[in-house]
T-cell receptor
Framework: GAGVSQSPRYKVAKRGQDVALRCDPI?????LFWYQQALGQGPEFLTY????????KSGLPSDRFFAERPEGSVSTLKIQRTQQEDSAVYLC???????????FGPGTRLLVL | DAKTTQPPSMDCAEGRAANLPCNHS???????VYWYRQIHSQGPQYIIH???NNETNEMASLIITEDRKSSTLILPHATLRDTAVYYC????????????FGKGTKLSVKP
């Protein structure tokens, strides 16, 4: 079946611009995760949803980062007033209630100039 | 912080077995060992996981020591497409929480 998809795959933003990154999880997966991956590093957790509820947002680096999943399916990660340090790959993963294995999308590569 | 220790890099000849070690000396009784890999410019890909028994699937084998303080991921016949960063992660069973990645092992398969 279809895996996790993310869009756009690449985004170039000017410093100060707002961006929105989309994640389409595997159909029926109740859990959804966002991770941030800086160049040469492993992914780092940002936030976690179970259905539409955001249960953990402890990894969001600042209040400029906001995530939502209003209908318990598609999720959007929004970054306001982007800064150069926000440049990274943003990964989305989903998992089912029965199976704890997380399946990742291809990521969105964000470059802030 | 990641609860695992892996060598930063390894080389393997194409067609040979690749054996990737991982130390997790503080693993708890209910924690599983998961392996993911990340090929350049792609998202992490699930490979295999286990609790205490050895596991095998179509991608790899996972050997966990009896004391569970270390494990080895085995790719039986490495190909050039197996070149990637391999991450070993420990995670509590029944957990829907996030994965904690370390720096992983960069495996280079050479012709």
């Amino acid at each position: 079946g279809a895996g996790v998809s993310q869009s756009p795959r690449y985004k170039v933003a000017k410093r100060g611009q707002d961006v929105a990154l989309r994640c389409d999880p595997i159909s029926g997966h109740v859990s959804l995760f966002w991770y941030q991956q800086a160049l040469g590093q492993g992914p780092e957790f940002l936030t976690y949803f179970q259905n539409e509820a955001q249960l953990d947002k402890s990894g969001l680096p600042s209040d400029r980062f906001f995530a939502e999943r209003p209908e318990g399916s598609v999720s959007t990660l929004k970054i306001q007033r982007t800064q150069q340090e926000d440049s990274a790959v943003y990964l989305c993963a989903s998992s089912s209630r029965r199976q704890e294995t997380q399946y990742f999308g291809p990521g969105t590569r964000l470059l802030v100039l | 912080d990641a609860k695992t220790t892996q060598p930063p890099s390894m080389d393997c000849a194409e067609g040979r077995a690749a054996n990737l070690p991982c130390n997790h000396s503080t693993i708890s009784g209910n924690e599983y060992v998961y392996w993911y890999r990340q090929i350049h410019s792609q998202g992490p890909q699930y490979i295999i996981h286990g609790l205490k028994n050895n596991e095998t699937n179509e991608m790899a084998s996972l050997i966990i020591t009896e004391d569970r303080k270390s494990s080895t991921l085995i790719l039986p016949h490495a190909t050039l497409r197996d070149t990637a960063v391999y991450y070993c992660i420990v995670r509590a069973g029944g957990s829907q929480g996030n994965l904690i990645f370390g720096k992983g092992t960069k495996l280079s398969v050479k012709p």
